[in-house]
């Protein structure tokens, strides 16, 4: 399937398998082994739109497709690519789109009435790690000296923030402002790349939604700025940034056009970090709740998938997602983050087989605390402009994160035989609250049990009362 116009049309082996369903759910069963699809009942919309971003993480959409397992829930979907986040965001508020690939903080500041106001949900969490923050070849170079090396002369990895703090210094002194991209204000690749920063002392700046100002630049040593993930490399290359923060294949996408170095991965930021989910209207679970769940049980299938065997499948997956209805990035681009690798500087290539985690280390389930701590970063920047108690953070998290969805896709699968009750969190003991999470560059310990006192632990960012 290499067009755009082929992932629009319903196959005949999927009206088969539509009519199957229909006839298996009339006779009051369920599909495979179980009762468990009856249970689920038949999808009350069958044909949706989804909307994504062309990145390498929206690739459980397109392997839900390819395989056929939204067609095996009674599905037909298409799958569009959106011009960018607001765009998208605004299409599943509107109707035009049932769902789509979103950035973890939609939801959530949508949710809250930071930038647009709408009820949105997420009962699949898309993947962990895949981000990456790559600086221009001359910084690089400004950055070098202050970077530790191995014998071989290679940098050691991780590089912090600490590297490029005497070249921001030196912008500052010289009079011009450092200039650095990421994709949306409330994408995890703002709050990665500020988290990054303030590690190294460098201030990204604050919100002040309460006096109109939501540039985000107020204070900052470093001015970040909202560039579409596709257009990072150019604009890197136009000189208009410095660097950026953004998804895959965009960092490998400027270490083969020679015009920049990735620097540093999300996963070295914060190890198994949560990064996109697939987000909906509340109101379409609620009007759709069958129609919901077996969308989950297609995109939960598809997570095993990419990840099954070691990656085994990856190059498959790599050769989907580099049609260009789907990312359109060369092979070679994709596979360089996707099949265990990245490459940093042209040449340094190491191994880190967990740079995109699809389905293992439970990465599709929608835990309340990866919800908890972008709200925390959103307080810490400034874009909830008072301080709230711990337990609105709690309420928050369990009206947009919603793993009860989660739970009845993920028992259905297991009824079926498409899937083992070990593959999965311990449902009868299972919180929504990780443990305390340890591995972060900072060496800041994260508990999302208590956010205040996590908010009030950095030395750089609002805390207690504070306001910009």
């Known amino acids: 399937m290499s067009s755009s116009s082929v992932i629009k049309n319903s196959s005949r082996r999927g009206f088969l398998k539509r009519a199957a369903l229909a006839v298996a759910l009339s006779a009051g069963i369920g599909l495979a082994s179980g009762t468990a699809s009856a249970e689920i009942g038949y999808p009350e919309k069958e044909d949706l739109k989804f909307g994504f971003i062309k990145l390498t993480d929206m690739a459980p959409l397109a392997i839900a497709y390819e395989k056929g397992y939204f067609e095996d829930e009674g599905l037909y979907v298409t799958l569009e690519a959106q011009a960018n986040w607001k765009v998208l965001l605004d299409g599943v508020i509107d109707g035009q789109l049932d769902g789509a690939h979103m950035l973890a903080g939609q939801p959530l500041a949508a949710t809250i009435g930071f930038g647009t106001k709408a009820h949105i949900v997420t009962p699949f969490s898309m993947d962990l790690n895949g981000n990456g923050i790559t600086v221009s070849n001359t910084v690089w170079e400004q950055m070098k000296p202050h970077v530790p090396k191995q014998a071989d002369g290679k940098p050691v990895h991780p590089i912090k923030a600490d590297a490029l703090k005497p070249v921001v210094d030196q912008y500052k002194k010289d009079g011009k402002p450092f200039k650095m991209g990421m994709v949306f204000p409330v994408s995890t690749h703002n709050y990665e790349l500020r988290y990054w920063l303030a590690a190294g002392g460098i201030n990204p700046g604050y919100y002040a939604p309460h006096k109109g100002d939501i540039t985000g630049q107020l204070k900052a040593d470093a001015l970040l700025s909202v560039t579409p993930p596709p257009q990072m490399p150019a604009t890197l290359e136009a000189g208009t940034i410095y660097g950026y923060c953004v998804g895959e294949p965009w960092n490998q ?54 990840d099954e065997n070691d990656n085994a499948n990856r190059p498959e997956a790599v050769k989907i997602l580099s049609q260009s209805n789907y990312v359109g990035a060369d092979y070679e681009v994709i596979a360089n983050s996707m099949t265990g690798t990245f490459e940093y500087e042209k040449g340094d290539k190491r191994s880190v087989p967990d740079f995109n985690v699809f389905f293992r280390y439970n990465a599709t389930y929608p ?7 972008y709200l925390t970063q ?81 030395s750089i960012g609002l805390k207690g009362d504070d306001q910009v």
């Open 378 to 458: 959103m307080r810490r920047w400034g874009q909830i402009s008072e301080q709230k108690p711990n337990s609105w953070y709690d309420k928050v998290a369990k009206s947009v994160y919603r793993p009860d969805i989660y739970q009845k896709a993920a028992e259905s699968l297991i009824a079926e035989g498409k899937l083992k009750a070990d593959e999965f969190p311990d449902f009868k003991t299972e919180t929504g609250y990780r443990k305390p999470q340890t591995e972060f560059i900072d060496e800041v310990t994260f508990d999302g049990t208590k956010p205040n006192e996590y908010i009030d632990s950095f």
């Open 367 to 373: 835990y309340y605390s990866d919800a908890v701590w």
């Open 253 to 306: 996408q400027a270490v083969f056009k020679g015009i920049g170095v990735p620097v540093i991965t999300d996963y070295e930021i914060w190890k198994d970090n949560p990064e996109k989910v697939f987000g909906m209207t509340k109101a379409f679970t609620e009007k759709y709740p069958n129609t919901t769940i077996r969308v989950v049980k297609a995109l939960i299938r598809a997570g095993k998938w990419l």
